[in-house]
């Protein structure tokens, strides 16, 4: 297997003179796995979200994606790695309200020559198509975006983080609104996309119910040896 994330004896820290916020001896994540990562409010699993996807940059030790090491990179060339390579669906899913459902899932193509050229035919269509998978109705499709409900914006921001195929997909809590029920239903569909693009998938959550749907988990408390935040 392939190493798609690598850390290495990563620490880092909010503000000088204190207690580091992560602190990760090592961290392996191979092609095409789906790791669940758990923890607390408070232990560190936005920080290292930060790390992962270049946002922010390891006080010492190394971070590597794609082997590429992102420690090393000038902070233009990681926003631009992030745009070609990494999915993202936030927890609060950050669509932009006033474009509709089909635009906001070609924006990432808009800023990435890479993701778009992934795609084969129209941006439009591939949206349309991701949409679908996702069950998404397509009555909706050209309605702008605030008019939809939460369940159905987190199907937009889903199709938004694997247009073009991106390698690493990272999923920030984005079930958190969402019934039981609900949240097992999108996990699958997730899951199924994810692997029809062959990207690697992290997905962080505090609810320990979702862990059985991953083939791997990670506790945050336990991998992190820093006092929590």
Known sequence: MTSVIELSNVSFCWQKNQ???????????????HLFLKGPSGSGKSTLLSLLTGINTADSGEVKA???????????????????????????????????????????????QHRRNKVSGTLQNEAKH???????????????????????????????????????????????????????????????????ANSTMVFVSHDPSLEPLFSRSANLTVLNQARSS
Request: hydrophobic share 40%; aromatic share 6%; glycine share 4%.
């Open 130 to 196: 991701l949409l679908q998978q996702l069950h998404l109705d397509p009555l909706l499709w050209m309605k702008p975006v605030v008019e939809l409900s939460i369940g159905q914006q987190q199907r937009v921001a889903a199709a938004r983080a694997l247009i073009g195929q991106p390698e690493i997909l990272i999923a920030d809590e984005p079930t958190s609104a969402l019934d039981h029920d609900n949240r097992e239903a999108f996990i699958t569909l997730l899951m199924e996309q994810a692997n029809q």
């Open 19 to 33: 207690p580091p916020t992560i602190d990760i001896p090592e961290l392996i994540i191979e092609q095409g796995e």
């Open 66 to 112: 794609l082997g590429q090491s992102l420690t090393q990179l000038p902070s233009r060339h990681r926003d631009r790695f992030r745009a070609d390579h990494i999915g993202y669906i936030f927890q609060q899913f950050n669509l932009i309200p006033y474009l509709s459902v089909v635009d906001n899932v070609t924006l990432p193509c808009e800023f990435s």
